[in-house]
């Protein structure tokens, strides 16, 4: 079964400019997640989205927006770049999603795609 | 607030002997946590998970332990081997759709 793809793997963007990253799940993986990962940070959480709706949004501005489309792919975009968005941009999917627990606890297990390393100069 | 810490950025030890990793949370509602690990260039791998209704799970060399009333999760390595090098993530489930991840410790283990 193929993994979680990224698609582009890298970016060099401008400030002010608008960038739209695009991430393919896992087939038949419903969940998506989007995070953010800068030195010293972790992972930051961006959102989730589930069968093309939304269930919870990270702490980031409204410049960061994404969506889920009807196959389960997903994208996010991130308008007005600055500079301290200069990260690897990671999607993770999964079967049902990081919900409350279940006897098969694997099925919402996140997996993850390569990440987009994305630059703003 | 970090919810869920990773108090040592990074870790050395030397092949064949036990590597400990270690995770702290601090909210009690959290009931399922996982560790994964990232190679430079690539995305976390998922390593292992346990819930709160156990205290230990393993999957071969990879043996997770938690501590509910310390608040406390550990991975141990046994043996560790050099391709075990990467930076380690832990994570919670707080339950609202989302995983909450550490900041990461590096391991390296010396052959």
């Known amino acids: 079964k193929a993994g979680v793809t990224q698609t582009p793997r890298y970016l060099i963007k401008t400030r002010g400019q608008q960038v739209t990253l695009s991430c393919s799940p896992i087939?038949?993986?419903?969940?998506v997640s989007w995070y953010q990962q800068t030195p010293g940070q972790g992972l930051q959480f961006l959102f989730e989205?589930?069968?093309?709706?939304?269930?919870n949004k990270g702490n980031f501005p409204g410049r960061f927006s994404g969506r889920q489309f009807s196959n389960s792919r997903s994208e996010m975009n991130v308008s007005t770049l600055e500079l301290g968005d200069s990260a690897l941009y990671l999607c993770?999917?999964?079967?049902?999603?990081?919900?409350?627990?279940?006897?098969?606890?694997?099925?919402?297990?996140?997996?993850f795609g390569p990440g987009t390393r994305l630059l703003v100069l | 607030d970090q919810q869920v810490k990773q108090n040592s950025p990074s870790l050395s030890v030397q092949e064949g002997r036990i590597s400990i990793l270690n995770c702290d949370y601090t909210?009690?509602?959290?009931?399922?946590f996982l560790w994964y690990k990232k190679y430079p260039a690539e995305g976390p791998t998922f390593l292992i998970s346990?819930?709160?209704?156990?205290d230990k799970n393993e999957d071969g060399r990879f043996t997770v332990f938690l501590n509910k009333s310390a608040k406390h999760l550990s991975l141990h390595i046994v043996p560790s081997q050099p391709g075990d090098s990467a930076v380690y993530f832990c994570?919670?489930?707080?339950?609202?759709?989302?995983?909450?991840f550490g900041t990461g410790t590096r391991l390296k283990v010396l052959a």
């Open positions: 993770a999917s999964s079967l049902v999603g990081p919900r409350i627990r279940l006897p098969r606890a694997e099925e919402e297990t996140q997996y």
């Open positions: 087939s038949g993986h419903r969940s």
């Open positions: 989205y589930f069968s093309e709706t939304q269930r």
């Open positions: 909210n009690s509602m959290f009931d399922y």
């Open positions: 346990i819930s709160s209704i156990k």
């Open positions: 994570a919670a489930n707080p339950g609202t759709y989302k995983y909450i």
